[in-house]
T-cell receptor, first 112, second 118 residues
Framework: DQQVKQNSPSLSVQEGRISILNCDYT??????FLWYKKYPAEGPTFLIS?????DKNEDGRFTVFLNKSAKHLSLHIVPSQPGDSAVYFC???????????FGPGTRLSVLP | KAGVTQTPRYLIKTRGQQVTLSCSPI?????VSWYQQTPGQGLQFLFE???????NKGNFPGRFSGRQFSNSRSEMNVSTLELGDSALYLC?????????????????FGEGSWLTVV
């Protein structure tokens, strides 16, 4: 059973518009979440994180929102750029373990 | 600071053989974890080492093993290779020390080792 879900395998957005990537989790013990971006033939690159004591974290064009009651987080990219085209992974960690559980990823295509 | 380094980047093995992959973490990082990514799948956690001890293990068969050395470098080994083991194997390091909300940390990935089993 997948503990971290990214229900949209792919997403296409026009350059300059907002990209919203969603992630849902089932384990209420998760307390720390990260987003990674992955280009083909490269390792995932860390983008942004959020702790469960916050509901929003912002870093430049990237903002992550956390809704603990809904067990849902989202990554907003504004404005979207063609270089943002990649696979985005959501990851979660529980406050007992040291390993992260990753979602299956969402492929974002930003169209010029 | 140099990033996470994985070797080899690409390799081809035959069914039944074994393979060893190497990972050098970011300097100062003592935690090393390994993940497997297969086409269409997310990153599946294999195991995590901290100070030469395996702290966590994912749901993989015993053919998958690993170890960590005193300099934090890590290796993973897959014995009796199967076609389904063809994947991108990713190593990640972090300076994580504890658990709890305030000990949030980031893991940094290497570029991965592409294994093809034929």
């Amino acid at each position: 059973d997948q503990q971290v879900k990214q229900n949209s395998p792919s997403l296409s957005v026009q350059e300059g518009r907002i990209s919203i990537l969603n992630c849902d989790y089932t384990n209420s013990m998760f307390d720390y979440f990260l987003w990674y971006k992955k280009y083909p033939a490269e390792g995932p690159t860390f983008l942004i994180s959020i702790s469960s004591i916050k509901d929003k974290n912002e870093d430049g064009r990237f903002t992550v929102f956390l809704n603990k009651s809904a067990k849902h987080l989202s990554l907003h990219i504004v404005p979207s750029q063609p270089g943002d085209s990649a696979v985005y992974f959501c990851a979660a960690r529980d406050n007992y373990g040291q390993n992260f559980v990753f979602g299956p990823g969402t492929r974002l295509s930003v169209l010029p | 600071k140099a990033g996470v380094t994985q070797t080899p980047r690409y390799l081809i093995k035959t069914r039944g053989q074994q393979v060893t992959l190497s990972c050098s973490p970011i300097s100062g990082h003592r935690s090393v974890s390994w993940y497997q990514q297969t086409p269409g799948q997310g990153l599946q956690f294999l195991f995590e080492y901290f100070s030469e001890t395996q702290r966590n293990k994912g749901n993989f068969p015993g053919r998958f093993s690993g170890r960590q050395f005193s300099n934090s470098r890590s290796e993973m080994n897959v014995s009796t290779l199967e076609l389904g083991d063809s994947a991108l194997y990713l190593c990640a390091s972090s300076d994580h020390h504890g658990t709890g909300i305030l000990s949030g940390n980031t893991i940094y990935f290497g570029e991965g080792s592409w294994l093809t089993v034929v």
